[in-house]
């Protein structure tokens, strides 16, 4: 099962930047499905971007056209670039890598993001 560690969270004003980076741990990277979740207070869990082994991306509605997702192979490192951030993406990111039944899927601590004037 990989680790992972999220970094990059942080403080940062509407309209806004901020680059999440998701390492992973071991030589087996390239076969994950990765995504990044996020988690506002009192809600659910709810999936913000996805890149397969292909490297196909998928968008949750809500951040289309502002954030991309990407990984780097090589590196063993996900990214999630986030632009023109509004209060409402203040949340806990979570980076998960999931490389299908019958393995668990693998998830990190979390970092925090926070939109606020």
């Known amino acids: 099962q990989v680790q992972l560690v999220e970094s990059g969270g942080g403080l940062v004003q509407p309209g806004g930047s901020l680059r999440l980076s998701c390492a992973a741990s071991?030589?087996?990277?390239?076969?994950?499905?990765m995504a990044w979740y996020r988690q506002a207070p009192g809600k659910q869990r709810d999936v913000v971007a996805s890149?397969?082994?292909?490297?196909?991306?998928n968008y949750a509605d809500s951040v289309k056209g502002r954030f991309t997702i990407s990984r780097d192979n090589d590196k063993n490192t996900m990214y999630l670039q986030m632009n023109s951030l509004k209060p409402d993406d203040t949340a806990v990111y979570y980076c998960?890598?999931?490389?299908?039944?019958?393995?668990?899927?693998?998830w990190g601590q979390g970092t925090q993001v926070t939109v606020s004037s």
């Open positions: 890149i397969t082994t292909r490297g196909i991306t």
């Open positions: 071991g030589n087996s990277f390239r076969i994950y499905r």
């Open positions: 998960n890598a999931d490389r299908g039944r019958p393995w668990p899927a693998s």
